[in-house]
């Protein structure tokens, strides 16, 4: 197994570098000057290119991709200056001659906007996003489990018909558009009754000042995000519930005079997981890119809020930091699924 996980993770590397090439490339690429906009329009020549030249703009892209990848790598080489000690706190391993390898922490570089460290304003906006992806992954997964697991057993009933139903038109609402109606009715027309408000996030400031959790703001975009969740995992229980039900050992467990509750939980569904478990793990992950349209409808002040603001203000570093910790996440979570497949199903083994 940790051969298999070691070869994992070196594909996923792979990956993760083949991300930052291609959409760094796209970004640096794009019509868009960062120095005007850090600037505005008004600003003057020299003041510009001096920016550019601050930011590295004016370098070739395969010279700024190699010099991102640099600062992105755990072991960098770089020249042994006390300005690059205090901005990478580096641990200076050997020379090369007039530069040293050096063992540091991925370092983001700063936002063109705010001059912040984009790992700073990530750590404060990737907490929020994963709550909210959290709780729309676990909401979803208890309900269209269960809603799978009923249908299932009463196949063709008005509840398995209402199931399927529900799930289709759950399936064919953007994300976005919940959001919307969602605010409109709980937050806007009930408001009174619910106490929900149309926009919010889970951390507030209030009036003097002094940052406090707001638990209720994170129902609707919890809501919003875990609808079409439900829907998929409704049906693939369904399904595979519906084919594992007809295999001969669940006969045979009936047979031997189990309860109808060990052959349903203990025998059916842990082996009918195995699809749910893929469906559950790609959605979370998607939640995490998904979340970006919901919680801009929603004012909802977590990962998907700012990386819209860095791409209106086409701020790169900002863009691409964000861009690569969904990737991370994605690689991490394949990588847990096909452990959790080994330990649900004896079948599956580990190459």
């Not at 960062?34 to 395969?62: E, I, M, V, W, Y």
Request: aromatic share 10%.
């Amino acid at each position: 197994m940790l051969s298999y996980i070691v070869k994992r993770l070196l594909y996923g590397l792979a990956v993760l570098v083949l991300v930052v090439v291609l959409v760094s490339s796209i970004i640096y690429l794009a019509p868009v000057d960062p120095a005007r906009l850090t600037f505005g329009q008004r600003s003057d020549t020299a003041s510009l290119d001096a920016k550019r030249d601050a930011l590295g703009l004016n370098q070739a892209l395969h010279l700024q991709l190699a010099a991102y990848l640099n600062d992105l790598s755990p072991l960098s080489v770089h020249e042994p200056t006390a300005a690059n000690q205090k901005k990478y706190e580096y641990l200076r391993l050997f020379g090369i001659g007039q530069k040293v390898l050096v063992l540091k922490t991925p370092y983001l570089r700063e936002s063109f906007q705010s001059g912040r460290k984009v790992s700073d304003m990530l750590w404060e906006a990737i907490p929020l996003t994963a709550i909210l992806a959290i709780s729309a992954i676990l909401l979803a997964s208890m309900i269209g489990i269960s809603l799978g697991v009923v249908a299932s057993l009463h196949q063709n009933s008005w509840f398995d018909n209402a199931a399927v139903f529900l799930s289709v038109l759950g399936f064919s609402l953007p994300s976005y558009v919940a959001a919307m109606l969602l605010a409109l009715f709980f937050g806007y027309y009930l408001n009174a009754y619910t106490g929900l408000e149309v926009q919010g996030s889970l951390i507030v400031l209030d009036d003097l000042g002094d940052e406090k959790i707001v638990w209720k703001n994170l129902m609707l975009p919890c809501l919003a995000l875990g609808i079409r969740p439900v829907a998929i995992i409704t049906q693939l229980t369904r399904s595979a519930m519906l084919d594992v039900l007809s295999q001969d050992f669940i006969r045979t467990a009936k047979a031997k005079g189990l309860s109808r509750y060990k052959v349903v939980v203990k025998h059916a569904l842990r082996n009918a997981l195995n699809p749910v478990v893929t469906a559950i793990s790609a959605w979370f992950a998607s939640l995490l890119a998904g979340a970006i349209f919901v919680e801009n409808v929603l004012n909802y002040q977590g990962l998907g809020k700012l990386t819209v603001t860095a791409l209106l203000n086409f701020d790169i570093p900002l863009i691409l930091g964000s861009v690569l910790f969904i990737a991370c996440v994605f690689v991490v979570i394949n990588i847990l699924v096909d452990i959790v497949y080994a330990w649900l199903d004896p079948r599956v083994k580990l190459a």
